[in-house]
């Protein structure tokens, strides 16, 4: 009896495993072409762009400050003589700390444009990705997709195989109000 139990069991388990195997609905997406149809990203990188040249006008602004005064420096530096030493030493000693701590300014700046840029970009993307993922969450549901794997993070492994699966990216695209262009295929990968 304990036999026929354990058979039966082991069937259900099996029949159980077909079922939900067979319920499972996989869909790909290409976020890459996603984001690259979509006019925000223009926008974005021009205002990063914009962001980016002032920041360097800046910094630049600075560095022919330094260049103009170390120039100064060494201009005063070969009026030295016997007669003005302990003068020129003084003032030369202030150009030398007047340069350090410049150079510091510049180094300081340069630090924070690099992180002003890079939070701007983070503020700027963040919503859009958000709406992005979203729309990708929505048509997946509407298509009763059990799974969606993004084909653009193929180079980094986190896609083993695509074939038979259900691009959605034209739809995707399509609800975010892209273009909706045909994507390029992904590639089989194994």
Known sequence: MNLIKTIFIALGLTLTANIVNAQ????????????????EVKTIGTTIDNLTKTRQTEIEKLIGDYQTKLKAAQDKEKTLSEANKEAVTKELIAAQTELQALGKKIEEIRTQAAKDISAKQNELFSPLQKKVKD????????????FVFDV???ESNNLLYTDGSEDITATVKTKLGATATTAKPAGKSK
């Open 135 to 146: 729309a990708i969450y929505a048509v997946a549901k509407e298509r009763n997709l059990n």
């Open 24 to 39: 499972q609905k996989i869909g790909s997406v290409n976020t890459e072409d996603i984001f690259a149809s979509l006019s």
């Open 152 to 154: 653009a993070s193929q």
